[in-house]
């Protein structure tokens, strides 16, 4: 089983439309894991039926027993992040701002204030319209630990990638270099960069191709929508070359990428024409470099 990862700079760039478009050229013979658990919409694409449903807790938010408490005030006076406050005379606990420190709980004189498990996030399984499995996730309103939830997604997807004996773990993870993208990569056999022609996307492309260095992962390259700015398009294949990376496929501007979405489809559904050829090349090139 290959574990192919698919990252972006910055958001925008199309990465979700083609990884999208992955799954529905490969269909069964791959698992999908939507790592983009800030932000998921995978499913939006692919329709599944969830299968499996399950609360993804992680860390501490303090809760008080306002029956029992004696209003000493030494709860609030020690709170940094003025996450207590009274209401209808009773000691209330903001989950939002409350970062589960623990500095309440350890100095409150009656012990009324009790540390519970967060609640995150949810966890899914689904089934999607290509008949695949997709393993997805939301992370909750303010909710931190994305990483870790991140890592559950993976590591789930892998497991159900290595059950049924396919060819692909395909992942999509989020923009950015942060510790969700670091944890989706983890383990990665080879990762698919999705960059765009603007001073943004050149600069949000370094600094990814830097952490994939870094990682030792083996790295290619999709310049989208390559056609709104031919300057920057030829510095972004100039840097490419020079770091020794690949480009997998030019695609050019499209509405019909806009029009896909808004019927809920890829693009390869939608389109039969010169951007379908170019990502099934790019596909099949992918799967030439991993086998």
Same mark, same amino acid.
């Given at each position: 089983?290959? &574990?192919?990862?698919?990252?972006?700079?910055?958001?925008?760039?199309?990465?979700?439309?083609?990884?999208?478009?992955?799954? $529905?050229?490969e269909s069964q013979n791959m698992v999908i894991a939507d790592c983009d658990v800030d932000a998921a919409d995978m499913h939006l694409i692919?329709?599944?039926?969830?299968?499996?449903?399950?609360? !993804?807790?992680?860390?501490?938010?303090?809760?008080?027993?306002?029956?029992?408490?004696?209003?000493?005030?030494?709860?609030?006076?020690?709170?940094?992040?003025?996450?207590?406050?009274?209401?209808?005379?009773?000691?209330?606990?903001? +989950?939002?701002?409350? %970062? @589960?420190?623990?500095?309440c709980y350890k100095i409150c004189p009656v012990q009324t204030i009790s540390m519970k498990n967060r609640l995150a996030g949810e966890f899914?399984?689904?089934?999607?319209?290509?008949?695949?499995?997709?393993?997805?996730?939301?992370?909750?309103?303010?909710?931190?630990?994305? @990483?870790?939830?991140?890592?559950?997604?993976? =590591?789930?997807?892998?497991?159900?990638?290595? #059950?049924?004996?396919?060819?692909?773990?395909?992942?999509?993870?989020?923009?950015?270099?942060?510790?969700?993208?670091?944890? $989706?990569?983890?383990?990665?056999?080879?990762?698919?960069?999705?960059? =765009?022609?603007?001073?943004?996307?050149?600069?949000? *492309?370094?600094?990814? *191709? %830097?952490?994939?260095?870094?990682?030792? *992962?083996?790295?290619?390259?999709?310049?989208?929508?390559?056609?709104?700015?031919? #300057?920057? $398009?030829?510095?972004?294949?100039? !840097? *490419?070359?020079? =770091?020794?990376? +690949?480009?997998?496929? &030019?695609?050019?501007?499209?509405?019909? !990428?806009?029009?896909?979405?808004?019927? @809920?489809?890829?693009?390869?559904? !939608?389109?039969?024409?010169?951007?379908?050829?170019?990502?099934?090349?790019?596909?099949? #090139?992918?799967?030439?470099?991993?086998?």
């Open positions: 089983m290959n &574990e192919i990862v698919v990252i972006s700079g910055k958001g925008g760039t199309g990465k979700t439309s083609i990884t999208s478009s992955f799954v $529905a050229l692919t329709k599944p039926e969830i299968l499996d449903q399950e609360d !993804f807790y992680s860390g501490k938010v303090a809760k008080i027993d306002s029956d029992n408490c004696v209003q000493c005030n030494q709860c609030i006076n020690v709170c940094h992040f003025n996450a207590i406050s009274i209401i209808n005379n009773r000691y209330v606990v903001d +989950p939002i701002a409350c %970062e @589960g420190c623990s500095y899914y399984i689904s089934k999607t319209r290509f008949n695949n499995i997709l393993v997805h996730a939301k992370l909750g309103i303010a909710a931190d630990n994305s @990483g870790k939830l991140v890592t559950k997604v993976r =590591e789930e997807a892998k497991d159900i990638a290595d #059950e049924e004996r396919v060819d692909y773990l395909l992942i999509d993870a989020s923009p950015g270099i942060g510790c969700p993208v670091v944890a $989706a990569l983890t383990g990665a056999d080879f990762v698919v960069i999705v960059t =765009e022609p603007s001073y943004s996307g050149l600069h949000d *492309l370094s600094r990814v *191709l %830097e952490l994939t260095k870094k990682l030792k *992962l083996k790295t290619a390259c999709i310049l989208n929508k390559a056609d709104i700015n031919i #300057e920057i $398009a030829g510095k972004v294949k100039e !840097f *490419l070359n020079r =770091e020794s990376i +690949p480009i997998l496929a &030019e695609l050019p501007y499209d509405k019909k !990428f806009t029009e896909a979405i808004s019927k @809920g489809k890829t693009i390869v559904e !939608f389109d039969n024409g010169i951007i379908r050829e170019k990502i099934e090349n790019a596909w099949k #090139e992918i799967k030439n470099k991993v086998t």
